[in-house]
């Protein structure tokens, strides 16, 4: 699989978005990763599918929409109406995931589902090949720019090789605190999308370090 790269746009300067948007389309980056947040699954609060159809409108990447919220089920439909081409739903805040992740498949749309850095990889063997992606979080899901957390690096490893033995293609994404300097050993461990927001909206030059991360890929 080929190395995507996912931009978050939570770190993103929301008085230029159109700005960071047309760098964005013009750069190597992916898909357009948007942090959705209720203030109740996670302590903070972000946007909804209004924002996200903004986005929608702004590009023609695939919009990765991560739904860190409970009860997800209530949300996807607008979701999707909103744009989401992939809902990644959190597997400690639904449920009834296996009715969800259908949800999510007969409205047309990709579906993911995250894990928080507590959580085993174990707990996926009977979801894994109803599911486009898995998302690990690599951080307490809530906030950008923070650190990496290193035993997630088990947790990809392990996770390829339970992809790998079932025979299925589905996607290891890792999300939260990934630099230039960790990426390496997250591409080698198994990851196949990495999300970056800090790394990336808080450098000099972020369309160059989207080229760097997506070289890790070849
Ligand atoms: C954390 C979000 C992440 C976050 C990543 O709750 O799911 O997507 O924005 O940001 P960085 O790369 O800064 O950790
Ligand atoms: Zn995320």
Known sequence: MALLIAPSLLSANFLNLEKECAWLNDSEADWYHLDVMDGTFVPNISFGPMIVNFFRKATKKVCDVHLMVVEPERYVDAFKEAGADIITVHYEASVHLHRTVQQIKKIGAKAGVAINPHTPVSSLVDILSDIDLVCLMSVNPGFGGQKFIAHTLNKIRALHALI?????????????????????????????????????????????????????GL
């Open 164 to 216: 790998k033995e079932k025979g299925l293609s589905v996607d290891i994404e890792v999300d939260g605190g990934v630099t230039l300097a960790n990426a390496p050993s997250i591409v080698a461990a198994g990851a196949t999308v990495l999300v970056a927001g800090n790394t990336i909206f808080s450098a000099e030059n972020p369309k160059e370090i989207v080229t760097k991360l997506k070289r890790l």
